[in-house]
Structure formats: structure tokens, C-alpha cells
């Protein structure tokens, strides 16, 4: 199961990529438009070029959806690191680091077909999953 699930991930992104090109500018205004204060926390992180940190993000959470399914472990490891790192030592809340996630997948779901009742079960597997986690490393 995990491995059809994979594949249709990939046909996703695979699909996403030909449809949007360069997905960081749609995933960064759909972040921002939910939590606007993080604006100025890329800034202060990356003050020389606030631009290349939100890629580097953006391209983590393209990671994390494409290996989810490969290799879960891996991201909750990942996880089960970054986000108390975030959340204790840089000052990102939680909900800042499920957001990006979460807008990363709201940017690409919608490339999915209508009729295509897999594909949209695995993205939505996979929004569960990788959210899940990540608030499950919040402290409360």
C-alpha cells in the first residue's frame, strides 16, 4: 500500500512540477496570508537573503512529502528534531512549521484531478501523516 501510495505522490509532484514550475512563490504567499508574522522571523534568520531560507524551506517540505512514503522513519526523525529545535532555540511556534507543510500541500493538491479518488487519498494521507507529527513535537 505504501509503495502505491508512493507512486501516486510522484505522479502528483511530477504533474505539479510541469503545471507550476517553481512552486516557492505560490507556497510563501499562502503561508504568509495565514501567519503574516513569519515575514519578519525569515527575515531576522536570513537577513542577507530571506529569499534563498524560504526555497530552502520550501524544499524540505517537498522532501518530506516525497519520502513520506519511502522512508517515513527518516521524517519522523527529522521531525522529532527540527521542530523542538525550531520552536526552543529559533522561536518558530509549531504551527509556523506545520503551515509551511501545510501550505506547501494546499499549493499542490489542487493539481490533483478530480476524478482521481487514489491520488487524492494518498495526498490526503500524506497532509495527515506529516501534520500529525509535527504537532505531536509541540510542546503544549
Known amino acids: 500500500m505504501a509503495d502505491e501510495r508512493l507512486g501516486l505522490i510522484e505522479r502528483g509532484l511530477e504533474r505539479a512540477a510541469e503545471q507550476l514550475g517553481d512552486i516557492t512563490p505560490l ?9 503574516p508574522d ?35 522513519s527518516e521524517i519522523e526523525i527529522i521531525f522529532d528534531q527540527s521542530v523542538p529545535h525550531h520552536q526552543h532555540t529559533l522561536k518558530i511556534p509549531p504551527e509556523w512549521y506545520g503551515g509551511l507543510l501545510a501550505a506547501t500541500l494546499d ?20 497532509r495527515a501523516g506529516l501534520l500529525e507529527r509535527v504537532a505531536s513535537n509541540a510542546d503544549v
Open 107 to 126: 499549493v499542490l493538491e489542487p493539481t490533483v484531478p478530480e476524478d482521481a479518488a487514489e491520488e487524492r487519498e494518498a495526498w490526503a494521507s500524506l
Open 38 to 72: 513569519a515575514r519578519a522571523s525569515f527575515v531576522h534568520h536570513a537577513s542577507w537573503n530571506p529569499e534563498r531560507l524560504e526555497a530552502e524551506m520550501v524544499d524540505n517540505a517537498l522532501y518530506c512529502a516525497m519520502t513520506w512514503f519511502e522512508r517515513r
Open 27 to 35: 507556497v510563501m504567499a499562502a503561508f504568509y496570508a495565514q501567519f
